[in-house]
Structure formats: C-alpha cells, structure tokens
C-alpha cells in the first residue's frame, strides 16, 4: 500500500508539472504517437476489410495476415527496424512498429463487421434497386461500424501500451517515467509512469466503448430491447 501512496504522491508532486520533461508533456506525446500510428493503421488496413467483406475474396489472406502480425513480438520488430534503418530513423521505426500492431485489430474489425450481416438484409437492399455502391455506404458500412470500432478499441490499447517502450529509444512518452525510474531504482517513479498510462488506457477505450455503443443503428436498438 505504500508503494501506490508514494507513486500517487511521485505524480502529484510539483516536480512532474514544471521544468522540460512535464508529465503533461509527455502524456502529449504519448497520445500524439499513438493517434498517428492507429490513423495511419486506420488508411491501411479499413480499405482492405472492407473490401474483403464486400466482394468476400481475400479473406484467408485477410485472416493469416491477422494471425501473423499478432504473433510478431513488438519490441523484437523495433529492434529489427531501428538495425534496418539506422539510429536516425528511430521515430520512423517507431511508427511502422506501432502500425503494424494496429493493422490485425482494424483489418478483422472492418471485414468481419461487413460479413455478420444478415444476407437477408443485403438482398432486401438488392432487390430495392440498390447499386454495390450504394449497399455499401448505406448498409454494409453502418451496419459494420460497430464491430469496426470494436477492432479500433482493441488497435488503440494495444498501441497506448506499447508505445510505452519508445522511451528506450529517448523518444518520450509516459515510458520515460518507467524507463528512467528503473534505472534510478526509483520504484514510485516507475509504479507512477505505469498507473499513467492504465489510467490512459482505461480512458481511451470508455470513449470508444461510447461511441462503439452510440454506433448502433436505432432500428437494431429496439429491435434489441423488443
């Protein structure tokens, strides 16, 4: 119990809201980093799925390219491409790093959203007149989104966590805390970084629980609560 007093106390102490490396500051980098990589990961890897989902062609290759990029060690990958691309390019290195650990979430997310629909509803759109375009923006994606939100949840945790290891590469972040606290033995500094970024976590993934839940079509909420 004294160990979470003292890392409560290590980050509302005066110190860590004044001089250069401010817990804010980093708490902006950290959230900065982070939305570039799942933005970049979200013009990757949603076209695809969605696709995949559409034309139902691809999707082994949609499902190994998942099961793959999930089994690659992250913090092996950003040692692998900092050798690769030299210690200059170690924001670049970074980045691709988190990308790729963004793209499995988003890519399931976007394709399966599409194929749990019920074919009944994609033939009633046909039989409408509807063209592929317009089943596409009008069904297949309103439908889907909740399910893609669901694979961003999971891409955004998955990235706000692992961006913590970019701070042994002196890229900032609320890993710097951890990084610099074990290096000091400084065990509230570590134990405070550490509770930083659960409570991070924990934020980001209720406001898209939020909006995953708001993302629901009206008409499959009463339907739901008939």
Do not use: K
């Not at 409408?128 to 961003?152: I, S, Y």
């Not at 966590?161 to 710097?176: M, P, Q, R, S």
């Not at 079509?217 to 008939?226: E, N, S, T, W």
């Amino acid at each position: 119990m004294s160990f979470l007093l003292d890392a409560v106390a290590w980050i509302f102490g005066p110190g860590q809201w004044s001089g250069d490396a401010t817990l804010l500051g980093l708490l902006g980098e950290h959230l900065l980093t982070t939305f570039v990589a799942v933005l970049v990961a979200v013009a990757l890897a949603v076209p695809l799925g969605w696709w995949i989902g559409h034309t139902g062609r691809g999707r082994e290759f949609g499902v190994a390219v998942t099961g793959a990029a999930r089994a690659i060690p992250s913090f092996g990958l950003l040692v692998l491409l900092v050798l690769l691309l030299g210690v200059t390019r170690r924001p670049e290195a970074a980045l691709i790093t988190f990308v790729i650990l963004a793209i499995p979430s988003l890519l399931a997310g976007a394709y399966s959203g599409i194929e749990a629909i019920d074919r009944r509803v994609i033939d009633a759109a046909r039989s409408v007149g509807m063209t592929d375009w317009q089943l596409f923006w009008r069904v297949e994606v309103p439908l889907g989104l909740p399910l893609l939100l669901g694979g961003l949840r999971t891409a955004v945790l998955q990235v706000v966590a692992t961006v913590t290891i970019a701070a042994y590469l002196n890229l900032g972040g609320l890993g710097l805390p951890i990084i610099t606290g074990l290096s000091l033995r400084r065990y509230d500094e570590v134990l405070g970084g550490a509770l930083l970024v659960v409570a991070l976590a924990l934020a980001l993934d209720l406001l898209l629980a939020l909006a995953q839940r708001a993302s629901v079509p009206r008409g499959i909420q009463l339907a739901a609560a008939r």
